[in-house]
T-cell receptor, first 112, second 115 residues
Framework: RKEVEQDPGPFNVPEGATVAFNCTYS??????FFWYRQDCRKEPKLLMS???SGNEDGRFTAQLNRASQYISLLIRDSKLSDSATYLC?????????????FGKGTKLSVKP | GAGVSQSPSNKVTEKGKDVELRCDPI?????LYWYRQRLGQGLEFLIY????????KSGLPSDRFSAERTGESVSTLTIQRTQQEDSAVYLC?????????????FGDGTRLSIL
């Protein structure tokens, strides 16, 4: 099982739609989870952290399911500007490659 | 500055030349990371520094790649005898530490093109 696994997409949705991405992780000891957003030919930017109790930031909701080892991102009322690749990020035990593992991303395309 | 700064933003060079990429992390961030991203691909981890030390350099693709960090600040990634497969965006990130709760903040990257 890959350390962090995401459906690469693309997810093509109309404006105003609700879309959800899932991400699975392999290390049951992981404690920190993030969603990053990467626009085409730009650097990744932190979108939100994912807390155990779930958290919401405007149209974005992140959930954590420890038992099944997955996190999710829900985007409501999609905007054209939401088009991007969404990276699932999970911490690893302190080791040779730093603290975070980045998934390869799920591509979202919001159409008018 | 407020964010991670990388230079140059773009670099075009001939195969076989050496290149040096620079990263200025966010002030106070003790951890610094280098990644490579080829077009349409995910992030490929290269190396990270805690302070001025790199715990493990095995992520570097070949012995043509080296990196250093000084003053717990600026880092330089050097690629010797560049090859066409080195063409990619090289991203630097920094974080407050390598603690598990510390998110990484990225620079704009250096887009490297080898002719």
């Amino acid at each position: 099982r890959k350390e962090v696994e995401q459906d690469p997409g693309p997810f093509n949705v109309p404006e105003g739609a609700t879309v959800a991405f899932n991400c699975t992780y392999s290390n049951s000891a992981s404690q920190s989870f993030f969603w990053y957003r990467q626009d085409c030919r730009k650097e990744p930017k932190l979108l939100m952290s994912v807390y155990s109790s779930g958290n919401e930031d405007g149209r974005f909701t992140a959930q954590l399911n420890r038992a099944s080892q997955y996190i999710s991102l829900l985007i409501r009322d999609s905007k054209l500007s939401d088009s991007a690749t969404y990276l699932c990020v999970v911490n690893r035990d302190q080791g040779s490659q730093g603290n975070l593992i980045f998934g390869k991303g799920t591509k979202l395309s919001v159409k008018p | 500055g407020a964010g991670v700064s990388q230079s140059p933003s773009n670099k075009v060079t001939e195969k076989g030349k050496d290149v040096e990429l620079r990263c200025d992390p966010i002030s106070g961030h003790t951890a610094l990371y280098w990644y490579r991203q080829r077009l349409g691909q995910g992030l490929e981890f290269l190396i990270y520094f805690q302070g001025n030390s790199a715990p493990d350099k095995s992520g570097l693709p070949s012995d043509r790649f080296s990196a250093e960090r000084t003053g717990e600040s600026v880092s330089t990634l050097t690629i010797q005898r560049t090859q066409q497969e080195d063409s990619a965006v090289y991203l630097c990130a920094s974080s407050l530490g390598v603690g598990w709760a510390a998110p990484q903040h990225f620079g704009d990257g250096t887009r490297l093109s080898i002719l």
